[in-house]
C-alpha cells in the first residue's frame, strides 16, 4: 500500500449511523467509545531515518561536550509527515490480527469494521484515528474492545 493512499476521508454520518443501527437491532445491544492516549507513539515509525534535535533541558549531562546532539526517532510522532500513514497502518493491522475485518462494499470505502458474523451478536467499529465507536450486542463490545 503506497503511504498517499490511507489518507481517506474521515468516517462520516452514514457509517457511523449504520453502526448506532448495529446495537439498536440488537436485543441487548450497546455502544462505548474509546480513545487510544498517544496513538501515533504506538505505531513505529517507517521511511527514511528520521532525526531529532533535543532542546537543552532534556540533554543528560553528558552530552555536554557534544555540539549538536541528534537522536533517531523511532516512534510515529504527530507533525512527521508521515504520522498518519503509519499510525493507520499500525492500527489497521491491529485489528486485522485481532479478528476484526474491514467491511467494503461500495457505500463503505472507510474505517468500518466487523469482528463476529453471528447476527445476535454482530459487533461493528468506526474509527477516526484514534477514537473508536464499538457497538453491537452489549456483552460482546466489552469482549471485542
Known amino acids: 500500500m503506497h503511504e498517499r493512499t490511507v ?5 462520516g454520518f452514514v457509517e457511523t ?33 528520521t532525526w531529532a534535535r533535543l532542546p537543552k533541558r532534556h540533554q543528560p549531562p553528558h552530552w555536554e561536550s557534544i555540539r549538536d546532539p541528534v537522536v533517531p526517532v523511532w516512534l510515529s510522532l504527530y507533525g512527521l509527515e508521515r504520522a498518519d500513514f503509519d499510525w493507520t497502518t499500525f492500527r489497521n493491522g ?25 447476527v445476535t451478536k454482530r459487533v461493528t467499529v468506526t474509527i477516526y484515528t484514534d477514537d473508536f465507536y464499538i457497538a453491537g450486542h452489549a456483552e460482546a463490545i466489552w469482549e471485542a474492545y
Request: with cysteine; charged share 20%.
Open 7 to 11: 489518507h481517506e476521508a474521515p468516517v
Open 94 to 118: 491491529t485489528l486485522e490480527e485481532a479478528g476484526w475485518r474491514k467491511v467494503r462494499p461500495s457505500m463503505f470505502q472507510k474505517d468500518f469494521y466487523v469482528v463476529q458474523e453471528n
Open 17 to 49: 449511523r449504520c453502526n448506532s443501527y448495529n446495537a439498536m437491532s440488537q436485543s441487548h445491544g450497546g455502544s462505548i467509545h474509546g480513545d487510544i492516549t498517544g496513538a501515533y507513539t504506538k505505531s513505529p515509525l517507517g521511511g527514511r531515518p
